[in-house]
Nanobody
Framework: QVQLVESGGGLVQAGDSLRLSCAASGRTFSNYCMAWFRQAPGKEREFVAAISPGGVNTYYADSVKGRFTITRDNAKSTVVLQMNSLKPEDTAVYYC???????????????????WGQGTQVTVSS
């Protein structure tokens, strides 16, 4: 089972930027779609962004499109979420996740991700 460790969360003001990183263990990182999800207080966890195994294709939730960018470095087994123009409604715990099936870039529902990090808190003040 792969281990995922997120970092980079914090408290920022609206309009600021943050960069979240996720470091993965294991030798098959490059075979899997990786994604970020988030869970705000009192709400269900929701999809944020995903990136294909090779890093060529990305997919975003409408709420973050144009503001967030997901990238990966397969040589370093890391995936990054660059968050710009942050809004108070972006406040949440952000989770890194790995798709349960290799070589797939589809099916971004939570149930299709079987490895999760511990989460990192992002708080955006108005």
């Amino acid at each position: 089972q792969v281990q995922l460790v997120e970092s980079g969360g914090g408290l920022v003001q609206a309009g600021d930027s943050l960069r979240l990183s996720c470091a993965a263990s294991g030798r098959t990182f490059s075979n899997y779609c990786m994604a970020w999800f988030r869970q705000a207080p009192g709400k269900e966890r929701e999809f944020v962004a995903a990136i294909s195994p090779g890093g060529v294709n990305t997919y975003y939730a409408d709420s973050v499109k144009g503001r967030f960018t997901i990238t990966r470095d397969n040589a370093k087994s890391t995936v990054v979420l660059q968050m710009n123009s942050l809004k108070p409604e972006d406040t949440a715990v952000y989770y890194c996740a790995r798709h349960r099936r290799p070589f797939i870039f589809a099916q971004f529902q939570q149930a299709n991700f079987d490895s999760w990090g511990q989460g990192t808190q992002v708080t955006v003040s108005s």
